[in-house]
């Protein structure tokens, strides 16, 4: 079992930044890839950003691409994502997810574990 736990959410103006970061806890997050996940009311969630458990290969969405970035912490067994540059349709809740020894899947269903979600909401 991984417990993973996101936190860093808020309300920022629009073409601010923001990082929210997530957190495991309960098995070697070394061993798992970590994907970003949004929701926003009313829609499907969508795939965001991911890190292979390598850490070498990284993914993104063509609509954050050169503003949000993933890393990872191995030591910390942290994972963040940087958003910058934010817009009003960033707006959702972001959610993390973890898939052992994944290459960083952009399908949510490769992923076993999930956090609860922390909100964002960028404002005009």
């Known amino acids: 079992q991984v417990q993973l736990v996101e936190s860093g959410g808020g309300l920022v ?3 601010g930044s923001l990082r929210v970061s997530c957190a495991a806890s309960g ?3 070394s061993r798992y890839a970590m994907g970003w996940f949004r929701q926003a009311a009313g829609k499907e969630r969508e795939f ?3 890190i292979s458990w390598t850490g070498r290969n990284t993914y993104y969405a063509d609509s954050v691409k050169g503003r949000f970035t993933i890393s990872r912490d191995n030591a910390k067994n942290t994972g963040y994502l940087q958003m910058d540059s934010l817009e009003r349709e960033d707006t959702a809740v972001y959610y993390c997810a973890a898939d052992a020894y994944g290459p960083g899947s952009t399908n949510p269903t490769e992923y076993d574990y999930w956090g609860q979600g ?4 960028v404002s005009s």
């Open 13 to 15: 103006q629009a073409g």
């Open 27 to 29: 098995r070697t997050f």
């Open 48 to 50: 965001v950003a991911a």
């Open 118 to 121: 922390t909100q964002v909401t």
